[in-house]
């Protein structure tokens, strides 16, 4: 009696967490207890211990008293102190699913503008490149950065075409004069956080340098040619006032999710290909599936790309102890945010097991090939968001792994 009464218990406990999850998926990334915590409080400031889990790289959100007295969300901080204020500060008030999911659309609105304006007053006014730098967050600088790489190298192909032959040769010296002075910045006495954001800068510049200049050794001078196709472009669309993403076949909105200034990896052809194999799994509405040894980059390239397109990337350890019900939560969270979830050492799940996340994975693969904006999950309605992404990582032939089933 007391036993069936103690489950009664337990399952309108999870149905319960389980509404306040579907509210705001981003719950469905911290356990039953941290939720609890956070829903047993009356201080809007519960959140700030688990914004870790819920944002990528996110210490804390900046509450600051409003003109009435009372906390508005101001900002945000991400780990390493950098901040983003919001243009339109939160009021904490009501139900925590409610505000927090006004703090997430704030947080993307806010960065949508902060890079729309940074792509503007580029080198604006004879503002230097490292001036521009100076004014705007790490992650808005790359995104900004990007999108006029992409316009120059396509208007050098223009000029080409016009008759300027020697076009991506001056174009190729003035981004090695960009790296230099970026350099010469480093070097200088800079703040912890300015050095991050410039290193971050002179990584994918050098990327940038190394593409131009195999363009001049190959003679790409057409914008139509695989080379160019294949890389990673950023446009921004003055149609529907947004940023693009597109390689190949592949076209996909960027996500403005604020992130600080976690790094980004030194982009190698290896990584250009695999960011190729990914986008084109992506637009094919599958997943991907790095495999090989230990400490080869797996994980963090599928993390990095999904930093180049602004999303949040959750990163699960996969272990004999995870059951379906487990990876299912997680998947029903993915699958409403619009995030990518990347299942590290994925063989080392049960056999038995890895046969129900197959057919998991296949339901949300059709919902996603047939455009569905709801769709029946584990017995549930919820919502799909277009942009999320399934990643595995193995490392074959490993003691304790296992072989993935054929479905």
Not at 129 to 144: E, F, H, P, S
Not at 169 to 191: E, F, G, M, N, P
Not at 309 to 336: H, I, P
Not at 345 to 356: H, Y
Request: with cysteine; proline share 2%; net charge negative.
């Amino acid at each position: 009696m007391v036993l069936s009464g103690m489950e009664k218990c337990q399952k309108s406990l999870n149905d319960y967490l389980d509404s306040k999850r579907n509210a705001f998926p981003r719950f469905f990334f911290i356990s039953d207890e941290e939720l609890l915590s956070i829903l047993g409080s009356h201080e809007c400031t519960a959140v700030q211990e688990h914004m870790i889990k819920m944002f990528d790289n996110i210490a804390k959100l900046k509450f600051e008293t409003g003109s009435s007295g009372d906390p508005i969300a101001a900002g945000m901080i991400s780990s390493e102190g950098e901040r983003l204020d919001f243009r339109t500060p939160v009021r904490p008030e009501g139900k925590v699913e409610h505000w927090m999911t006004q703090v997430l659309s704030e947080m993307r609105r806010t960065n949508r503008v902060t890079t729309k304006e940074a792509i503007f007053y580029y080198c604006y006014e004879g503002n230097t490149r490292i001036d521009w730098v100076n004014t705007y967050q790490g992650m808005v600088i790359l995104a900004a950065n990007q999108v006029w790489w992409t316009w120059e190298v396509e208007d050098v192909f223009n000029k080409i075409k016009a008759g300027d032959k020697m076009g991506l040769k001056a174009y190729s010296k003035k981004l090695h004069s960009q790296i230099d002075d970026t350099v010469v910045k480093i070097r200088s006495q800079l703040s912890k956080n300015d050095r991050k954001k410039f290193n971050s800068l002179l990584i994918v510049d050098v990327h940038n340098r190394d593409i131009t200049d195999r363009f001049v050794r190959d003679s790409i001078m057409d914008a139509r040619e695989f080379e160019w196709e294949s890389q990673l472009r950023f446009y921004w669309e003055q149609s529907g006032d947004d940023l693009l993403v597109r390689q190949c076949t592949g076209v996909f909105g960027y996500g403005y999710e604020y992130m600080g200034l976690n790094g980004r990896l030194v982009i190698t052809p290896l990584t250009d290909r695999i960011y190729l194999t990914m986008t084109q799994a992506l637009s094919a509405r599958l997943g991907g599936a790095p495999a090989g040894p230990a400490g080869t980059g797996k994980t963090e390239t599928v993390k990095d790309l999904a930093k180049a397109m602004g999303l949040f990337c959750v990163v699960t350890n996969c272990g004999e102890g995870m059951d379906y019900k487990a990876v299912g939560k997680l998947f029903s969270g993915l699958a409403q945010c619009g995030a990518w979830g990347c299942f590290d050492e994925f063989n080392r799940i049960d056999i038995s097991v890895l046969s129900v996340i197959s057919t998991q994975i296949k339901t949300i693969q059709n919902a996603l090939l047939m455009g569905l904006e709801r769709f029946q999950f584990e017995g549930i309605d919820i919502a799909l968001d277009d942009r999320m992404g399934i990643f595995i990582t193995m490392n074959p032939g490993y003691a304790g792994r296992t072989e993935l089933p054929e479905s």
